[in-house]
């Protein structure tokens, strides 16, 4: 976990400040173990800690993804019980560690394990980031559910419905199956004149990410996406 102690460390020197009423609100629906998700969680979402970008973002995480909920109201989630579970886990951790630095960091920690398929040590994380054990404790109380049928109840409502997931939406702006250029789109919303000047130094800046448009039907081909199947 050398390596996740080092991000800590770097998106704490990197935080800066911006009042709310600013930022660009970034919305990730995406479901636990979907190897997609986990994969831009932990390799592209970082960029705007690291950047100082995540204080002109609110960023807001809807781990629901794919699940269904059947007539009996018990869930199906597409990878399994165990994705039910974390799904759970995660909105008990959102709910429990309101600070976006907080519940990222352990959301983080988390997918990291699912990539090295290493998920049995879930509950380390809760250490490795200094939390206590509330969103455990949530989850096991049963509250976890009833957080997880208001985050089916907002998936729901997505207009258009999502396709897939990892499904990032800026500003109500769908990126589809463009989602990896998210940053891009982050500050194109400010415009030019109140571009915040993370976007200026991140190394893939607004004018190279646009060169990346194309990607669409790249991302389509090679299928980095995990898709509803109902």
Known sequence: MASYQRFCITIFFCFLSLSSSQKVTLSLYYEALCPYCAEFIVNHLPKIFESGLISAIDLQFIPWGNAVTRSDGTILCQHGEAECALNTVHACAINAYPDVMKHFGYIYCTERLVLENKLEKWADCLEMVGLSRAAVDCYINGYGSQLEQRYAEETSQLYPAHRFVPWVVVNNQPLEENYQNFVMYVCNAYGSNQMPEACRILNHSVEALSKFN?????????????????
């Not at 194309?214 to 199947?229: F, G, R, T």
Request: glycine content about 0%; overall charge neutral.
């Open 214 to 230: 194309s990607s669409v039907e790249k991302l389509s081909n090679i299928h980095q996406v995990c898709y509803a199947n109902h």
